[in-house]
């Protein structure tokens, strides 16, 4: 018997370079406002104890922002959702940091590196701020980071008929690691996706793999940022939806199969 993976999105949260939400990012989507690369600013969310706040990395800041902004999109309460964490490499300046130490006479990590230093940081971090107690699932597929998250989250949707918090955040990489790894800047997008459409569900998605080609952005700047970041991935989907184009995009996914995101009212 084969299953059908498929959700209602109830709340979309982005943050990017120029694009400091959904709404906004709807809006370039949509060709009502001209994007410029800007760098993404991050900042700590509020919802976190004041030593926390001083601890967070650029991916828990990343992350809890578009965590936060989808969950209170949908007006839904954070502390009760079940949620999936998914980055091609976590934090990559905390990993330089802690490399360099390693090259120095003081090698000594400090305990606040090495705990940011784990895959699983934002996501425990997104305990701490928001109180949630549901089950948590942290996933790295490299450059199909996104694809990977998102199947996990209609799994979960689907089999558990529980609501389900899709958080896919990438950020950038000093160098020297840049050279081998030249992620740009930040991007995150984050996803609420449950069973019903509820009261004023955004649309519906099912996914397939597939063999075809993955859809290009017709912006080449904007094309440029998703093929440069693994969680901007994501950006053909975000303009089908900000512009209510129903039907099939293929998305980048893995090196022998994309997948094929079916959206739907």
């Known amino acids: 018997m084969t299953v059908s993976l498929s959700a209602w999105i109830h709340g979309i949260g982005v943050l990017g370079p120029g694009l400091p939400d959904w709404p906004t990012t709807a809006a370039v989507l949509r060709r009502q406002q001209s994007w410029t690369f800007a760098p993404t600013v991050l900042t700590a969310p509020e919802l976190l104890p004041p030593a926390e706040r001083r601890r967070a990395v650029k991916v828990v800041k990343l992350a809890l922002s578009v965590g936060l902004q989808a969950a209170a999109a949908a007006g839904a309460d954070a502390s009760t959702l079940t949620t999936i964490f998914t980055s091609s490499g976590g934090d990559g300046l905390n990993c330089h940091q802690i490399c360099e130490t390693l090259a120095s006479d003081d090698r000594q ?26 089950p948590s699932a942290v996933l790295c597929a490299y450059d199909g980071s ?21 958080i896919a955040y990438d950020a950038d990489y000093p160098e020297p690691l840049r050279a081998t790894r030249p992620i740009p800047d930040a991007f995150g997008v984050a996803m609420l996706l449950a069973p019903t459409p509820g009261e004023q569900p955004i649309g519906r998605l099912s996914v397939a793999l597939t063999t075809d080609a993955a859809v290009t952005l017709p912006d080449s700047e904007l094309e440029s940022l998703r093929k440069a970041i693994p969680a901007a991935r994501s950006l053909p989907l975000l303009a089908a939806i900000a512009n209510g184009t129903l039907g099939r995009i293929v998305l980048d996914y893995l090196d022998h199969a994309q997948m094929a995101v079916e959206f739907s009212t």
């Open 109 to 134: 990590i400090s305990p606040t590196r090495f705990h940011n230093s784990v895959h699983n940081a934002a996501a425990g971090y997104w305990s701490i701020a928001t109180g949630a107690t549901a």
């Open 146 to 166: 996104f694809g990977a998250g998102l199947l996990e989250a209609l799994a979960q949707v689907t089999v558990d008929d529980v609501p389900c918090l899709l």
